[in-house]
């Protein structure tokens, strides 16, 4: 988001906090698709995806009041809220993602550019797949900084952790999605 959208997002938090309704409403229009997107490559369902962005606008809703900007920007605030319900959600249904260290994985012998491989792959629905694997704390962390835009000092507020812890998370998720996108392109090409 640009600066200007950032002050708009807070004159409509300002507003919702104050019990205007309506203002809530242009934060849900701001967000909705980001916030169903996150869930959407967390929980795999469309339908399971739905339910629980309605559960995150709600709960966010019910505690805007108690927002306190702290320096971080409001998405900052609400993603947190989403990925608490997204881990509610897989949680209850007893479907926690394998952790992708897990996973053997092969790689190709020869180094590759992340980057590279990322960008050969920009296909919706093959990173989606990749993202489901990787550990709650990993896709956080991508989501933070590559789906969100917030920068390291946010993504460690975000998600309490240190900015040194960031970088690591982002780190090791960056080559796993990387690994896994090799590995999924070298299935398909099979």
């Known amino acids: 988001m640009s600066t200007t959208d950032d002050r708009y997002i807070d004159r409509l938090v300002k507003r919702a906090v104050r019990g205007d309704v309506e203002a809530f409403g242009g934060i849900y229009d701001a967000y909705a698709d980001r916030i169903y997107g996150f869930v959407r490559a967390r929980v795999g369902n469309p339908h399971d995806a739905e339910d629980v962005t309605e559960v995150v606008f709600l709960k966010a809703f019910q505690a805007i009041d108690s927002y306190d900007r702290r320096g971080l920007p409001f998405g900052a605030w609400l993603f947190r809220i989403a990925r608490n319900a997204t881990v509610d959600h897989l949680r209850r249904s007893g479907r926690m993602p394998e952790p992708v260290e897990d996973v053997e994985i092969h790689t190709e012998p020869a180094p590759v550019l992340i980057e590279d ?74």
């Open 117 to 190: 491989v990322v960008a050969e792959r920009v296909d919706a629905h093959v990173v989606h797949d990749a993202l489901a694997q990787l550990t709650e704390d990993q896709a956080a962390v991508i989501a933070c900084r590559f789906f969100w835009d917030m920068d390291i000092r946010q993504t460690a507020v975000t998600l309490d952790r240190t900015p040194g812890a960031v970088k690591a998370l982002q780190h090791r998720a960056l080559r796993s999605m990387a690994a896994l996108l090799w590995e999924m392109d070298r299935d398909e090409q099979r």
